[in-house]
């Protein structure tokens, strides 16, 4: 089993729409949960970090970890074609051990 | 502003070629990765340095090798490229004690096709 499981999509929504992207992950002591975007040809960047359970909001983001269901889950809200990207899920284990969903392809169309 | 630089975006290299991908970091950050991208699996770690000339193995080392020289330098060698090594190479780099916001700094990545 992997650790980090995250549907693939890819994800077609239309402008001003809600987003749910969502992962599951496998150890119940994660306690570090990240999101990352990645647009077409370039790397990774961190778009939100959740510490243990509960809400993080930021602007139109809002990142979410229920631990009792080992799920973790980002919405954007008002979607725009700016977050047209690849959205991958990350829970760091030990410090420095990285475990990456595969990404969901998201798709924002005017 | 932060940046880690790859220095090559694409490369085609035939079977058998030693290939270089180097990255480079100005931010001081102690801890540099290197990652590979192929889609539906995800990035997956292949080595990591903590320290100049220090290195760790990550998931898939089979088939590459690190240098770290320098604390800014972050070398990934692929001895003698194989076709299953072509893929999406990604450099990241993060500060010692940053466990604050989880964040991994990336490259644009390495795009390497192995003919």
């Known amino acids: 089993q992997k650790e980090v499981e995250q549907d693939p999509g890819p994800l077609s929504v239309p402008e001003g729409a809600i987003v749910s992207l969502n992962c599951t992950y496998s150890?119940?002591?994660?306690?570090?949960f990240m999101w990352y975007r990645q647009y077409s040809r370039k790397g990774p960047e961190l778009l939100m970090y959740?510490?243990?359970?509960g809400n993080k909001e930021d602007g139109r983001f809002t990142a979410q970890v229920d631990k009792s269901s080992k799920y973790i889950s980002l919405f954007i809200r008002d979607s725009q074609p700016s977050d047209s990207a690849t959205y991958l899920c990350?829970?760091?284990?030990?410090?420095?051990?990285?475990?990456f969903g595969s990404g969901t392809k998201l798709n924002v169309k005017p | 502003d932060v940046k880690v630089t790859q220095s090559s975006r694409y490369l085609v290299k035939r079977t058998g070629e030693k290939v270089f991908l180097e990255c480079v970091q100005d931010?001081?950050?102690?801890?540099m990765f290197w990652y590979r991208q192929d889609p539906g699996l995800g990035l997956r770690l292949i080595y990591f340095s903590y320290d100049v000339k220090m290195k760790e193995k990550g998931d898939i080392p089979e088939g590459y090798s690190v240098s770290r020289e320098k604390k800014e330098r972050f070398s990934l060698i692929l001895e003698s490229a194989s076709t299953n090594q072509t893929s999406m190479y990604l450099c990241?780099?993060?500060?010692?004690?940053?466990?604050?916001?989880?964040?991994?700094?990336f490259g644009e990545g390495s795009r390497l096709t192995v003919l």
């Open positions: 150890n119940s002591a994660f306690q570090y």
């Open positions: 990350a829970i760091e284990n030990n410090f420095n051990k990285f475990y």
């Open positions: 990241a780099s993060r500060e010692l004690a940053d466990r604050n916001t989880g964040e991994l700094f």
């Open positions: 959740t510490y243990s359970s």
């Open positions: 931010m001081d950050h102690e801890n």
